[in-house]
């Protein structure tokens, strides 16, 4: 059967993966090569070309049969960006490779992968490029996969070269992974941003950008979260102290949403390489609890392609419903998990909590615009993790906004994401102290019937607000501290926001 006939009943079939003809280099191709033995030095070669049509499998795999001394693989691509008509998308197509071991999923073969952001890599054992690992290129099949994103109605051609270098291998050095212990302040309230890229995926900044960066906000902790690859778990050597404290992650990037992997195990790699019709989700979310990490739907309403969260939340431990810069993708992320309060409520299971990272990639966005600010026992990768899934947080815009919010009655205080036990008709009192905001900002306290109190706060930027309720009249109470609203009446921009907390009948 034609190669191409074989493309066209596997995206008939709804194949997710389409595997090519196999790359070979012989020995004798190579310079240097010691005849009917294993290359000496020198390098050799291959390009091929192809084309794929408008809905080509998610991913096509190029086998690469690389013999034994090898010291090094590169490789290169490039594919057509025809015009499109407006309104349709254009050509995407994204590259990364797997070794001698498999492209199994969740298999131990993952070399490296670099979206859309770069045209070319290289690995070696001493080093490889940003988003890829190093180690030995061992002799067997590898697979240089790529993604086609988006396929324009021409279909995509591409082209890949593959150069194989001959050689003596070097030695891999061993990583050197943060530490999961800061100094701290022991119980206290810690600020962090736990949505970040560098030069390890489509990032611009470098680790040590983003660490001086995060410095500059006023951040206890960082979690790193590349693009489906855990190669920068080790590239923040020397960026971390008793100032910072930096965790491992991952954006996990499928096709029908991302997923922060915040605070898993040095070198844990999450596999992105399915759909929610798939039903393989629930098996990566158990992977990265299991890698001590917590899971987290980045941006679930994001309008860019594949960024929509389609997989449900029955597996989340938080959502990420303020990411940048505010936005109406923002707005209606937490209308959606206020929603999903209300539901828990009324006895609809677990409430899940809500944070806010920065998601930076480059100037001139902020590193820490927006920030999670949690309750947590000391600056460690546990404890900080454990504050973040018992929802005792809040969002600000910058560390200049503070704020203490808690609920009191009967003898009795609860804090964010705790719970107040009081009689149904039993009064209670809703308290907010905020600062560092803007004067152009308003305080709304939000319960399951929705925003029921609101004032403006002093041009200040500071002030104590106070309100009563009852556990009948608000199953929990949340707070708001927003920006003016704009001249057609849409919602202001978040300066700061919290977790709730719940009112229990007693």
Not at 162 to 181: D, I, N
Not at 226 to 232: G, M
Not at 280 to 291: C, D, G, N, Q, T
Not at 449 to 460: D, K, Y
Request: glycine fraction near 14%; charge should be negative.
């Amino acid at each position: 059967m034609r190669r191409r006939d074989v493309l066209r009943l596997s995206v008939i079939a709804g194949a997710g993966v389409l595997t090519l003809d196999p790359v070979t280099f012989a020995n004798a191709d190579a310079p240097g090569a010691v005849p009917g033995g294993a290359p000496g030095s020198g390098e050799a070669t291959r390009t091929v070309t192809g084309h794929l049509p408008t809905g080509a499998a998610d991913y096509v795999y190029l086998p690469v049969q690389v013999p034994r001394g090898v010291r090094e693989i590169a490789v290169s691509y490039s594919y057509d960006r025809p015009s499109v008509p407006s309104g349709t998308a254009g050509n995407a197509c994204d590259i990364g490779v797997f070794d001698e071991r498999g492209t199994e999923l969740g298999g131990s073969g993952f070399r490296g992968w670099s979206g859309g952001a770069r045209t070319e890599f290289a690995i070696s054992a001493e080093q490889a490029t940003p988003g890829y690992l190093a180690g030995p290129v061992n002799a067997g099949t590898w697979h240089v996969v790529l993604g086609p994103y988006t396929v324009a109605p021409q279909g995509v051609n591409y082209s890949v070269t593959v150069t194989l270098r001959y050689g003596t291998a070097g030695t891999t050095p061993r990583p050197v992974y943060p530490p999961a212990r800061a100094k701290g302040r022991g119980r206290a309230w810690y600020r962090g941003d736990c949505h970040l890229h560098t030069v390890h995926s489509d990032g611009k900044r470098t680790p040590a950008e983003v660490a001086a960066a995060a410095r500059a906000a006023g951040l206890d902790f960082i979690t790193t979260t590349e693009h489906n690859t855990s190669s920068a778990h080790g590239a923040f050597g020397g960026l971390w102290g008793d100032d910072l404290l930096i965790l491992p992650g991952e954006e996990v990037t499928t096709r029908n949403g991302h997923v922060l992997a915040i605070g898993v195990d040095p070198g844990t790699f999450i596999d992105w390489r399915y759909r929610a019709r798939d039903e393989e989700w629930e098996k990566y979310a158990r992977r990265i609890r299991r890698a001590g990490g917590i899971v987290v739907p980045a941006h679930p309403h994001g309008t860019s392609i594949a960024s929509f969260w389609k997989y449900g939340y029955d597996e989340a431990d938080a959502v990420e419903v303020w990411n940048s810069t505010y936005s109406p993708d923002d707005e209606m992320s937490i209308g959606d998990w206020d929603n999903r309060l209300g539901e828990a409520a009324r006895g609809g299971g677990e409430w899940l909590p809500a944070m806010g990272n920065s998601d930076a990639h480059r100037e001139p966005q902020v590193v820490g615009l927006p920030q999670t600010v949690v309750l947590a026992d000391d600056l460690t990768r546990p404890a900080i993790l454990a504050g973040l899934r018992a929802g005792r947080s809040w969002i600000a815009e910058s560390s200049h906004v503070e704020l203490d919010f808690t609920v009191s009655g009967g003898g009795r205080r609860a804090g964010i994401g705790e719970r107040l036990r009081a009689r149904a008709d039993a009064p209670v009192t809703v308290r907010l102290e905020v600062s560092g905001v803007g004067p152009d900002c308003t305080v709304r306290f939000v319960t399951d019937e929705g925003p029921l109190f609101s004032t403006a706060v002093p041009g200040s930027g500071t002030g104590t607000f106070e309100w009563r309720t009852t556990p009948s009249y608000a199953a929990y109470v949340r707070a708001e501290v927003r920006h003016a609203a704009a001249a057609d009446g849409t919602p202001g921009a978040m300066a700061a926001m919290t977790n709730p907390v719940w009112l229990d009948v007693r």
